[in-house]
């Protein structure tokens, strides 16, 4: 699977991380832990295409040096739940960054998006947009919550996702072919409850301890 907008990051450390994350019986304390330091590593990959610009003369200890910052206006978009869990460290590599929140879930029976909170101002006055969906199964959650940005006016958009499905992200890829999307692995299937195989489950419910079966 190679498309041009389509970058799957191969890293050991980020493998390792995901490897462990999948594991049922590791605690949420420890699953919050790693999902934290897994963002860090792909949004770090995500936003090495931001440029820079200078903001004056400062001084070291030693000498002075021209600063400089990030350029762009960069929205952040966490798809609620299992989004929340990548906001820190996003801001921890963009403070000055603004987050907005979409929330959506799939309906049991079809599988298909609901949207049930929306907090976009009314125009985007942003440069790029990431949109961060720790898990792409179907992609419809992820389809709708893009078209959102879209016509929310949206000119560039990143999704940032831990895991993907071949079908889903190959989908996505194709009917966006203006996003950039950026996964940290590949699973080959879904099934029939719309979860990645051999996946992570419920990211949300493993996130919160909110699985009550």
């Not at 403070?95 to 101002?121: A, C, D, I, M, W």
């Not at 940032?160 to 996003?179: E, P, Q, T």
């Not at 940290?184 to 979860?195: A, K, L």
């Amino acid at each position: 699977m190679k498309m041009n907008n389509l970058q799957v990051i191969n890293h050991p450390v980020l493998a390792a991380k995901l490897n462990r994350l999948r594991d049922k019986n590791i605690p949420p304390y420890e699953f919050r832990e790693l999902s934290r330091q897994i963002s860090t590593i792909l949004l770090t990959y995500a936003t090495s295409e931001l440029s820079l610009k200078p903001t004056g003369t400062l001084a070291s200890p030693i000498s002075t040096y021209e600063g400089f910052n990030i350029s762009e206006r960069v929205a952040i978009i966490p798809i609620l739940r299992s989004g929340s869990v990548m906001i820190d460290p996003a801001l921890d590599l963009l403070p000055e960054s603004t987050v907005f929140h979409l929330g959506l879930f799939r309906e049991q029976k079809s599988l298909n998006p609901v949207e049930y909170f929306n907090k976009l101002p009314q125009k985007c006055e942003y440069d790029i947009c990431y949109l961060l969906d720790p898990m792409i199964a179907t992609g419809e959650t992820c389809n709708a919550a893009i078209s959102t940005l879209k016509d929310w006016g949206a000119k560039k958009i990143k999704v940032v996702s831990f895991c993907s499905s071949n079908s889903g992200i190959s989908r996505l890829a194709n009917i966006h072919s203006d996003v950039s999307f950026i996964t940290g692995v590949v699973d080959p299937e879904i099934n029939e409850h719309g979860y990645l195989v051999p996946g992570y489950g419920d990211i949300g419910d493993r996130l919160f301890s909110s699985n009550n079966e």
